[in-house]
Structure formats: C-alpha cells, structure tokens
C-alpha cells in the first residue's frame, strides 16, 4: 500500500513568490493535516482538511491557504513568501477526522527554501 | 491547552544500555499521547500511542511508554540500544477542545537519541 507522497522533495523560491506544494493521502483516507518544521521552531500545526472542508487552522497567516480536492489529495498554498517560511512543510493523512484516536500517517516532506 | 515538554533535547547511550527520553503532559482532559520518531531525511513514523486504555504502551521496535496521571508523565523507554534506533523522538499530545477532538497534533520539541558503538 502506498503511502503519503508528497511534490515536490525541494522547492527555492525568492521573497514576494508564491509556493506551492501537493499532498496525496493514503486510498481511504479522508483527513489531510499540514505542518510546518522551522529550524527553532519545531513541529506547528498548520491546516486540516475532511472531506473537502477546511475543519481547523493553526496560527498562521492568512498567506498560507490550502485547499482539499474530490479526490482528497491536497495542496498548500503560500503566498508572498518570507524568509522565515524557510522550512519542512509535512502532510498527513489519516481515515476521517472527528476522533482523537485516529492515526496520522505522515509523508517524507517538502523542504522549501526562500532566499 | 494541551502541551508537552520533553525534558532533554539530546540524549546519548552506548549501544546495548537502556534507553529513557523523558516527556511531561499538561492536558484538561484525559489527553491522547503519542510518540513518534523521525529518522534523517524521512517522514515521522508512530511509534506508539495511548488512548486512555492499558497504562502501559507497547510500541514497535521494541519502544514502550508508560502513562502516568499522577506524574502526568509519558517517557519513553527501551530495555537495549540499537544503532538504528539513532534518531529525533516527539512527544505529541491531540489536541482537545470542549465538545470534541480537534485533530490537530502538538508537538513536543524533540529529542535527539545518539546511540554510540
């Protein structure tokens, strides 16, 4: 079975551009989590998707958005970039969200670089 | 709200010695706990979770954890050190909020596990 890809491995951006990165969840997985892994930082929780719908958001600006496709893959969006957007965004996917038991399974990352 | 501190942010054992990554909860309900590993250059990967069930955890690998409320404590623990076992560990705590789960993950800050030959 395969398991949560994410594209593309390596982004460079400049300040000001848009990026934006794709998520594709584990077949029967409805859920699609982002996260955000800035050096000194650590692991933030960024935005979750179910079924379509935007369900929670972290505390983020409203230049990271996102959207969840009729096949629940997913992509992140992050505009006008700064440097200290410089990290490893990882998506998870999990079966249908609405109970804290169900597993996150995560993909390798994107590594974005804004320079 | 939900938080978790890990108490070290690195830690080093010889190979075959015990292994204790070190994890403190604070949590207004009866918090989901989990730990998770993440290996250079891959995804993170569960390694075990407790949801209000048996105190005791066993996870892969060999990895157990024991949920303590009266500590509000959930180390991490292994009886031997293997050198694949040489990687950054998060305590991780769902997040709840009144009338439900809000899935969303919170991270301790990491742990970094040498293991040395």
């Known amino acids: 079975e395969a398991g949560v890809t994410q594209s593309p491995t390596h982004l460079i951006k400049t300040r000001g551009q848009q990026a934006t990165l794709r998520c594709s969840p584990i077949s029967g997985h409805t859920s699609v989590y982002w996260y955000q892994q800035a050096l000194g930082l650590g692991l933030q929780f960024l935005l979750w998707?179910?079924?379509?719908?935007?369900?929670n958001r972290g505390n983020f600006p409203p230049r990271f958005s996102g959207r969840q496709f009729p096949n629940y893959s997913s992509e992140l969006n992050v505009n006008a970039l700064e440097l200290e957007d410089s990290a490893l965004y990882l998506c998870a996917s999990s079966l249908s969200g609405g109970s804290s038991y169900n597993e996150q399974f995560f993909g390798p990352g994107t590594r974005l670089t804004v320079l | 709200a939900q938080s978790v501190t890990q108490l070290d942010s690195h830690v080093s054992v010889s190979e075959g010695t015990p292994v204790l990554l070190r994890c403190n909860y604070s949590?207004?309900?009866?918090?989901?706990l989990f730990w998770y590993v993440q290996h250079p250059n891959k995804g993170l990967q569960l390694l075990l979770k407790?949801?209000?069930?048996?105190?005791l955890v066993k996870g892969i690998n060999g990895f157990e954890a024991e949920f303590k409320k009266s500590e509000t404590s959930f180390h991490l623990t292994k009886p031997s050190a293997h050198m694949s076992d040489a990687a950054e560990y998060f305590c991780?705590?769902?997040?709840?909020?009144?009338?439900?789960?809000?899935?969303?993950?919170?991270f301790g800050t990491g742990t970094l596990l040498a293991v040395q030959p």
């Open positions: 407790y949801t209000s069930a048996a105190t």
């Open positions: 991780v705590v769902s997040d709840l909020a009144y009338g439900g789960a809000t899935n969303k993950l919170i």
């Open positions: 949590s207004s309900y009866s918090p989901s």
């Open positions: 998707y179910d079924e379509g719908e935007e369900r």
